[in-house]
């Protein structure tokens, strides 16, 4: 039977790895990756092989040859361009007569091969794909399937919310010939993407084997090390080369002519392998390591848990855990290298030198003698495993955000826009945004960008000017409102929206490979301002108000303006529309920070003192970035983010006769309640922002709704807007002759709970899973986590996106029946988070 192997791979997550080596001849104990998996397939019979090359394919036909060495016969395909995992294997048709088998050449996986051709042969599938259970599947393809193993649903790479199961495509296929009938000659098509989908919706026999056993997609850095611990601890059985040598408690596997010292393998614990003439002196101790072949380790040296390749000079006293070092590397005395670090090849470290936790460090470095290595030396700043939680890239002041972090971020976000395009660039009133901001858009320029710096703006404003024309993105830079050592830049696309997970990863791939885009010295992008910003926003705020109406009831409001951008703007316009405008902490101040909880719960205190003691009709706080808006009534009363959702709601049901609200998965059912009174629809979708704004710009929506006190209404714009927010408050409770007091004693009162139980990463898939399968016999919807309804009332398990928890939402009718749902689900995710832990344990 044949084979197709993908070893075309460039392997960029892996970097600095694959600087001189394509991904599969990575070395895994001391023979290239690709070596273990022609192994296993010719365990398992398959022994003609079609090697899928691309990316520097003359390391790999001189390493495997004709494949007679390793007792099988390959034969090389080289496609001219990228033509994607389907395109490749079609460009290999000629040779692919018969049923086939298709796996990567960077896996490492024990799996019974044999019982997966079984199972394809007994299904009668044109395409069976093998299906494992994984920790994290948020970095695959979930696959969910039905009793019988076919297919009825494809995920490719979920986010949390979306994961109903952690079972997901392991890459490993068997596919009959015809189904490359499917491909078009010479095009660019992927399995997950294109062609599986394809048949299902054409009911093909599409099948999915799901298989037990170890599976590891060695995809960066980390999952090397890990692949590579598996090794040693015995959590994976591959052919190790080497005399095998000690007892029960330790195996030592020595290479061809390599020595421990006097013979004495007391010092070596756990699984040591010592390549060809590699030599270990003195009293080093070994515990779990793989060292390459030609290696000297001089005495008094600590390893544990470290991968040596060929050619390393260790000299003495170092002390490596967790690391891998490339080949020739040549570390001097009492060098100390901690978990997680890369030495890329040929680098050469000088005594007493001190490499910290995470460091990768590429190819023919030079790291002087007592240095601490705190950053990487190719990009200056703390690693970082991914730079975007959702749209926004978040870090510690001059720490992690520092101005060399920013400018080449900024180079990687124009290298993945047009040449000569223009973006928006904007900020809050604090100085280190501005430092910031000043070195990212200089990035921007040397990518031949352009840049209109509307500087210090409030974030409405901003994305007003976006949803226009012009431009083709955004960022606005702000402290961060929930640490003010933290500086948060957001992107933007062209609609004004949050950028998309995958327009992220794409300024991730250029950032972290360094592909940036260099423009001639005389190209580079120019600064230009909008000096009418303000007029544009302004004129659609006017035009989307009742202006008459305001000017008729002149209301006396209360503002608190946190001393930023939006104080140049909202008390002018509130005041034209006729209020009268009680304005506090209007002054913008540039050394001011981000309140905290505390000082916020103050600035609300004294909100609410003034409203009263002036009889004011109500009281609002404003975001420091114009976003966010908290309500105050005219008894003083400061308003939940909850309370204001639904008093907002019912002032739109109670003003507008058509349309609808768009409304996240968790807001309560007096949405519903509310919105049915009026005849007015009720749209749930997912809780993030970019949902909720993309919802928002279908022009039959009147109110979308976060649950943090962020409002939209689309008859003015689709993004979030706490200034026009103050405004429509006020325009809805004249129209309606209402205060807020009254509107919100008159919304249906349910009882509302929420709670957080922490959830590390790995457990998340699983606990999605058992939620799933826990909710089959129930009334269950699934836009956004698991939401489960019973006799009116409901239950929501929500993952959260960005932190290691889940989210456990309970309406009822009665508070007893929302506690005990919320406490019921809360024994459950535990109940589960155990069984999972004990599935882990060996």
């Known amino acids: 039977m044949k084979a197709v192997l993908m070893a075309g791979g460039f392997g960029t997550r892996i970097q600095p790895l694959t600087i001189n080596l394509p991904k599969p001849m990575i070395p895994l104990v001391n023979r290239p990756i690709m070596t273990h998996i022609i192994e296993l397939l010719k365990k398992h019979g398959i022994d003609e092989l079609i090697l899928l ?7 790999i036909k001189n390493f495997f040859g004709d494949g007679s060495e390793f007792g099988v016969r390959i034969t090389y395909v080289t496609p001219l361009e990228d033509l994607g995992t389907a395109g490749a294997v079609k460009a290999a048709a000629k040779f692919l007569d018969e049923r086939f088998m298709i796996i990567s050449g960077d896996l490492l996986t024990d799996f019974d091969l044999s019982r997966v051709l079984a199972f394809h042969e007994e299904k009668g599938a044109r395409a069976t794909i093998t299906l494992t259970s994984v920790k994290d599947p948020l970095q695959f393809g979930v696959v969910i399937t039905d009793k019988e193993g076919r297919i009825n649903k494809f995920l490719e790479k979920p986010g949390w919310g979306e994961v109903f199961s952690d079972t997901i495509n392991t890459g490993i296929y068997v596919l009959e010939p015809e189904v490359l009938d499917l491909i078009p000659e010479g095009e660019n098509r992927d399995w997950s993407q294109d062609i599986f989908p394809r048949m299902l919706a054409e009911s093909a026999p599409l099948f999915g084997c799901n298989l037990k056993g170890y599976w590891a997609d060695i995809g960066n850095t980390d999952a090397y090390l890990e692949a590579c611990g598996d090794i040693c601890r015995g959590k994976v059985k591959i052919g190790i080369k080497g005399e095998r040598r000690g007892g029960e408690d330790k195996q030592v596997f020595l290479g061809r002519e ?254 972290f490979k360094e592909n940036f885009r260099r423009v001639h010295y005389s190209q580079p992008g120019a600064i230009s301002e909008i000096p009418r910003i303000y007029d544009y926003y302004r004129e659609g705020f006017l035009r989307a108000l009742d202006a008459e109406a305001l000017r008729a009831a002149r209301p006396k409001v209360v503002v608190d303006l946190n001393h930023s951008p939006a104080g140049d703007l909202l008390p002018a316009l509130l005041s034209e529309l006729g209020c009268e405008v009680i304005e506090l902490n209007s002054h913008v101040h540039e050394s001011q920070s981000v309140p905290d909880a505390e000082q916020a719960e103050k600035a609300l205190d004294q909100l609410s003192l003034i409203v009263v003691t002036l009889g004011a009709t109500a009281g609002f706080w404003v975001g420091p970035s114009g976003e966010r808006v908290c309500l105050v009534d005219e008894e003083g009363k400061v308003l939940s983010d909850l309370e204001a959702l639904c008093t907002l709601a019912a002032l739109v049901c109670r003003a507008e006769k058509n349309g609808s609200l768009a409304m996240p998965v968790q807001a309560p059912l007096a949405m519903e309640d509310l919105a049915s009174n009026a005849g007015i629809t009720v749209q749930r979708t997912k ?156």
């Open 53 to 59: 090359l691309y990316h520097q394919p003359e390391t």
């Open 258 to 511: 390599a020595r421990v010292e006097r013979d004495d393998l007391s010092l070596l614990e756990g699984m040591v392998v010592l390549g060809g003439n590699t030599q270990v002196l003195g009293q080093s101790r070994l515990k779990n390591c793989v060292v390459g072949r030609n290696c000297t380790i001089e005495d008094g040296a600590e390893l544990e848990d470290a991968v040596l390749w060929d050619n390393v000079y260790l000299k003495r006293g170092c002390r490596i855990r967790g690391a891998v070092l490339g080949h020739n590397v040549r570390a001097g005395q009492g060098v100390v290298i901690e978990e997680a670090a890369i030495v890329g090849d040929e680098t050469t470290i000088g005594d007493e030198a001190y490499l910290k936790k995470d460091v990768k460090v590429w190819p023919r470095k030079v790291i002087e003698g007592g240095a601490i290595v705190t950053t990487n030396l190719i990009w200056g700043e703390k690693w970082r495993k991914s730079l975007f939680e959702g749209a926004l890239v978040r870090g510690l002041t001059n720490v992690e955000l520092t101005p060399e972090f920013t400018a080449k971020l900024g180079a990687a976000y124009g290298s993945t826009l047009p040449k000569d395009a223009f973006i928006i660039a904007g900020r809050d009133a604090v100085r280190s945004s501005r430092m910031l901001k000043r070195s990212f858009v200089g990035g921007l320029l040397s990518a031949g960008v352009n840049v209109r710096d509307v500087k210090m703006v409030s974030l409405p404003v901003l994305r007003n000017k976006l949803a226009t024309f012009g431009e083709v993105g955004g960022v606005h830079f702000r402290q961060s409102p929930e640490d003010p050592a933290a500086t948060e830049i957001i992107f933007f696309d062209a609609d004004g929206l949050e950028i998309s997970s995958s327009m992220a990863k794409g300024i991730e791939r250029v950032y």
């Open 687 to 842: 809780a993030d922002g970019r949902s909720l704004m993309d919802a928002a710009r279908d022009r039959k929506v009147l109110l979308a709704a976060a649950m943090d006190g962020r409002f939209a209404f689309p008859a003015f714009q689709s993004s979030f807007d706490a200034l026009f927010t103050v405004a429509k408050t006020l325009e809805l409770m004249v129209r309606t002759g209402l205060s807020l007091t009254q509107v919100c004693k008159s919304v249906p009162r349910r009882a509302y709970r929420h709670l957080q139980v922490p959830c590390s990463w790995e457990l998340k898939g699983g606990i999605m899973r058992k939620m799933s399968e826990d909710s089959v016999d129930l009334e269950a919807s699934f836009i956004d986590g698991v939401k489960i309804h019973i006799d009116g009332d409901w239950a929501l398990i929500l993952p959260d996106q960005h932190r290691p928890v889940v989210h456990i939402v309970a309406e009822a009718s009665e508070t007893a029946r929302a506690e005990e749902l919320m406490e019921g689900y809360r024994r459950k995710v535990e109940q589960w988070k155990q069984e999972l832990l004990e599935g882990q344990t060996p």
